[in-house]
Structures are given as C-alpha cells and as structure tokens.
Nanobody, 120 residues
C-alpha cells in the first residue's frame, strides 16, 4: 500500500499562485504514475493531471487550464501541482493519488485532500 500526504493548500486571492505537494511513502515501487484530482461539493472528483513515476510522461484532463503544471521529485517521493493565475472556480478540495493506470485513471490509493480556496 502507498500512503499519500498532501500539503500546500490554503486561501489565496484570485490571480495568485499555489504549489501543492504530495509525499508518498510505503510501497512506492508499485506506482505506475501519480496524479492530481479535485472535487467540489455535489460534483464528481475531476481528473486534473498525471505523471508517470519511472519516466516523465504527463497527461492532463480535457478541462484543465494551461495554468496548471504537474511535476515530481522522485528522489523525494514528492508530487507537485503548480497552479498559477488562480480563479474562484478553482476552489475545491485537491487530492493526489497513486495510479495503477493513467488512461483511464485506475486509483491505487488516495491522499486525504487539501483545501484550496480562491477569493475574488
């Protein structure tokens, strides 16, 4: 099993930036990829981006703005999501996940989520 802990969420004004982090521990060698998702109340969890763990292949959800960039530091077992020019509609709980498959995403494990709130 892989354990995931997100951090970096918070309150930011529209137009600002945040970088989310997700540290993986446990059986990280089983991960094919890692990804970011987000969820707002009453809606399904939305796929944002994924990156393969052994390589650097990235993929993004169809609705993901070009303001978001996924990256990783494999030596630190850490996944990142850089979010720039944030908008109020980006307000959500953001989750990282270990992925057994990317397309479509097959989840290995979830983090606990981190709240991002963008104020106008």
């Amino acid at each position: 099993q892989v354990q995931l802990v997100e951090s970096g969420g918070g309150l930011v004004q529209a137009g600002g930036s945040l970088r989310l982090s997700c540290v993986a521990s446990g059986r990280t060698f089983t991960m094919h990829a890692m990804g970011w998702f987000r969820q707002t109340p009453g809606k399904d969890r939305e796929f944002l981006a994924a990156i393969t763990w052994s390589g650097d292949s990235t993929s993004y959800g169809a609705s993901v703005p070009g303001r978001f960039t996924i990256s990783k530091d494999k030596a630190r077992n850490t996944l990142y999501l850089q979010m720039n020019d944030l908008k109020t509609e980006d307000t959500a709980v953001y989750y990282c996940a270990s992925l057994l498959k990317v397309d479509p995403p097959l989840i290995g494990s979830w983090g606990q989520g981190t709240q991002v709130t963008v104020s106008s």
